[in-house]
């Protein structure tokens, strides 16, 4: 019999959601929609190693080289950062995973983290774009340095232009969002997510959402996906 990801015989203390998605997909406005909605936690690991590269932590100078041409972390790095985020029980409302895991190794060290604290995934949604709406979207998109939220210029404008709704800060365009890093990003980053993926799937714990449609109707989509 398949045996439930991140389970052993503990129970789960808290809802985890993870979101999966090539880049541009829409994992971080959803998650950050979401997170607000449930009261759960935004948990991204992009976000996360763009505030170590700007702190000049060891980290960051770490993870700067492979970010810069569009490659995946090393999985010690990006598994050793979310286990330190996720040992933090304080998220007890519910935590919303954005970019981890993405490789088959990370999703599998995610079964060992979780089952340590006594919690287990309670869906995978992965969030489907086409490749060409990817690109677009990447080029179009300005992001708060200070709570990470993402903007489009064209698809979802902040209220005032270059200030992010929510702290007032002005927004920034990502390094990684030329587009030669785009496509690096696409072509490098695709096929492990492709394996991560098919893990979900065999674990019984996928669904899939289609995320060519408008901002809200993903949300509502994902909203019913995870039962919330
Ligand atoms: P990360 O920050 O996670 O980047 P990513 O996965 O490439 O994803 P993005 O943030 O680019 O896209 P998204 O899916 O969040 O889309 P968004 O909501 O912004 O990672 C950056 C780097 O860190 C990686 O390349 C890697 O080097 C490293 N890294 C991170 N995690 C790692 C890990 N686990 N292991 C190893 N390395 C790791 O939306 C995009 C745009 O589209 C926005 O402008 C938005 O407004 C717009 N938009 C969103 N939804 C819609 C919609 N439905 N319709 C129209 N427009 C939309």
């Known amino acids: 019999m398949m045996s439930r990801v991140g389970v052993g015989e ?3 203390t808290r809802p985890v959601v993870v979101l999966v998605g ?45 970010m810069e041409r569009g490659d995946l972390v090393p999985d010690e790095l990006a598994i050793g950062l979310v286990a330190e985020a996720l040992a933090d029980q304080s998220a007890a409302g519910g935590v919303i995973l954005d970019g981890f895991p993405r490789t088959a190794a990370q999703a599998r060290a995610l079964e060992i983290i979780l089952a340590a604290g006594g919690d287990q995934i309670s869906r995978v949604v992965a969030i489907d774009v086409s490749e ?4 677009a979207r ?39 969002d ?21 893990h979900y799937r065999a674990a019984d714990l996928l669904s899939v959402v289609d995320g060519s449609l ?12 995870v039962g919330a």
């Open 22 to 66: 090539a880049a541009g997909a829409g994992k971080g406005t959803q998650a950050s929609i979401l997170a607000a909605e449930l009261g759960y936690r935004h948990l991204a690991t992009g976000d996360l190693f763009r505030s170590a590269l700007r702190d000049r932590t060891v980290l960051g100078e770490q993870a700067r080289v492979y």
């Open 10 to 12: 503990a129970s789960t």
């Open 138 to 176: 990447l080029s179009g998109r300005w992001s708060c340095p200070a709570c990470g939220t993402p903007y489009h210029l064209v698809y979802d404008p902040p209220r005032q232009p270059g200030i992010c709704n929510n702290d007032g800060t002005a927004l920034t365009q990502r390094e990684d």
């Open 214 to 225: 408008p901002i809200d109707e993903v949300t509502a989509a994902i909203r019913a996906e």
């Open 178 to 198: 030329r587009v030669e890093v785009v496509r690096a990003r696409l072509t490098k980053q695709i096929p492990p997510m492709r394996e991560v993926i098919a």
């Open 132 to 135: 060409a709406d990817l690109v």
